[in-house]
């Protein structure tokens, strides 16, 4: 099985800067595409950006130029800075892994806990 736990979040200003990470533990063989969705109260959770075992990124428009997503692999743990937060930000971001068990055959999706980020006008 797969345990993700993700830190980092918090309340910032507008303009602002955080920082959100998501470690990997359990026994696993190997973790395919890590990435970050968020979920706005009353939205649907969507995707703010992916990142592949060989580091091919992908990104929301909503947040392309001002996050960046990064992962190190022999810690199993990827990361979300996140620059000039707005507060159309503001969310509870999810860490999301495709990793596959040691006992399994197939790939699997894995979520973390969630971790708030609000940011103020």
């Known amino acids: 099985q797969v345990q993700l736990v993700e830190s980092g979040g918090g309340l910032v200003q507008a303009g602002g800067s955080l920082r959100l990470s998501c470690a990997a533990s359990g026994t696993f063989r190997s973790i395919n595409v890590m990435g970050w969705y968020r979920q706005a109260p009353g939205k649907q959770r969507e995707l703010v950006a992916t990142?592949?075992?060989?580091?091919?990124?992908s990104y929301a428009d909503s947040v392309k130029g001002r996050f960046t997503i990064s992962r190190d692999n022999a810690k199993n743990t990827v990361y979300l800075q996140m620059n000039s937060l707005k507060p159309e930000d503001t969310s509870v971001y999810y860490c999301?892994?495709?990793?596959?068990?040691?006992?399994?055959?197939?790939?699997?999706?894995?979520w973390g806990q969630g971790a708030q980020v609000t940011v103020s006008s």
């Open positions: 990142i592949t075992s060989g580091g091919d990124t």
């Open positions: 999301n892994v495709h990793a596959r068990p040691s006992s399994a055959t197939y790939y699997y999706n894995y």
